[in-house]
């Protein structure tokens, strides 16, 4: 058995699960889907329970509150029972092939395997979030201009690059990867649980890997617009775990003082340009 079970979490993303879900049930492979709500105040949960009533594959949970992307990825994961696991993104426009084909990669490498794709923009622009390196926050300090220059230079040469990190917008991986590191960490909210999770498939073995032949359309930011400051503070609360979680044992008392003032002063910025568009 080699089906798909898709994940995609919501919240406030009526202007895309329509499309998003109709693509997701003509996709190759996918004999699950699974939409896990969060919270969502617009009409976003009348869309789905439609999708629902006219394809037996997607089923919904709706949580009353929400308790942040990384606990609605495992409770749809849990909620499945497919071989592979997708998490894709209720703004990403997946093409009929794009499971199937990232699938047929996985079967090409020996072990385990966590694969992304190239990620595009409504404009053709290739994402650089989709290849990106693991932060080292000690180094950022002395060069705080390395926080954004993460991305890796894309290698069109390799139909599959490894990379340290791919972008949360769609994931693929075995289902047994997936329960054998625990799913994601749902003590991130929102942001920073994609880096942690190819963290961990890294430390257990697998391969990370974004197939530069699979290009998708991404349209960024639809559950974050209304919010920009709930998803600024959990974005930079997110980065701090990472560091406390993966980085700070190796590194001294005034370097994590540092990192941590580093963090929380960039969202005192962001912050601020955040105020003063509003303004």
Known sequence: MSG????????????????????????????????????????TMEIVQRHALQDARVRFIANPDNPGFAVGCNQGARDTQAPWLAFVNPDLMVEADTLSRLRAHAFGVAGNVLLGVDLVDEEGARDAAARRREPV??????A???ASKLGVPIDDSLALQPVDVISGALMLLSRALFDGIGGFDEKYRLHAEDMDLCRRARDAGALVVVANDIRVLHIRGVSSRARPVFVEWHKHRGLWRYFRKFEAAQRGVLTQLGVFGAIWLHFGAVLARVVLRRA
């Open 137 to 142: 926050f000690a180094a950022m300090l002395h």
């Open 144 to 146: 705080p201009g390395a």
């Open 4 to 43: 798909i079970a898709a994940v995609v979490v919501t919240h406030e993303s009526a202007s895309s699960i329509d499309d998003c879900l109709m693509r997701l049930r003509v996709a190759h492979g996918v004999h699950e889907i699974r939409v896990v709500d969060n919270a969502s105040a617009d009409d």
